[in-house]
């Protein structure tokens, strides 16, 4: 379930992309560790890299919408209360030892992520890149 990062998911603004970049890692890392039957500990390890980046990304993410006044902000919330509601649930279920826990895990993030970024992000950025104050996201990246 490799996922390759390509142009068409970027956005246009930098700190958006390159923590959607870093997202696509984290689930590559997974995915690589599954393939290389890494023990359990290590699986668990990246589980709780991915859940604690994605409430890093999702809380700055969400903090420009309000800014912003997004008119969708309260789907976008939910969307990603879904995906860390489901990464914890692969989580625990791996601690469980069920073996599916990281298949489902893969399938539902590698679907998931490439929807969120080409419809749900892409319809905020939109608005964001017509902002004349934008620029404050592209330096954002750079510190």
């Given at each position: 379930?490799?996922?390759?990062?390509?142009?068409?998911?970027?956005?246009?603004?930098?700190?958006?992309?390159?923590?959607?970049?870093?997202?696509?890692?984290?689930?590559?890392?997974?995915?690589?560790?599954?393939?290389?039957?890494?023990?359990?500990?290590?699986?668990?390890?990246?589980?709780?890299?991915?859940?604690?980046?994605?409430?890093?990304?999702?809380?700055?993410?969400?903090?420009?919408?309000?800014?912003?006044?997004?008119?969708?902000?309260?789907?976008?919330?939910?969307?990603?209360?879904?995906?860390?509601?489901?990464?914890?649930?692969?989580?625990?279920?791996?601690?469980?030892?069920?073996?599916?826990?990281?298949?489902?895990?893969?399938?539902?993030?590698?679907?998931?992520?490439?929807?969120?970024?080409?419809?749900?992000?892409?319809?905020?950025?939109?608005?964001?890149?017509?902002?004349?104050?934008?620029?404050q996201y592209q330096?954002?990246?750079?510190?």
């Amino acid at each position: 379930m490799f996922i390759e990062w390509n142009k068409d998911y970027e956005l246009g603004i930098a700190q958006i992309d390159e923590q959607h970049k870093h997202l696509i890692d984290l689930i590559n890392k997974l995915d690589g560790a599954r393939h290389s039957h890494s023990p359990k500990e290590c699986i668990e390890k990246v589980f709780l890299e991915l859940i604690n980046y994605s409430n890093y990304h999702f809380t700055l993410e969400e903090r420009a919408m309000k800014n912003e006044n997004y008119s969708r902000l309260d789907l976008h919330i939910s969307s990603h209360d879904l995906f860390v509601q489901y990464i914890h649930k692969c989580y625990y279920k791996n601690k469980k030892n069920d073996y599916f826990a990281i298949s489902d895990a893969l399938k539902f993030l590698s679907d998931w992520i490439v929807d969120h970024i080409m419809v749900e992000d892409r319809n905020f950025t939109m608005i964001l890149l017509d902002q004349p104050h934008h620029d404050q996201y592209q330096k954002a990246a750079h510190r």
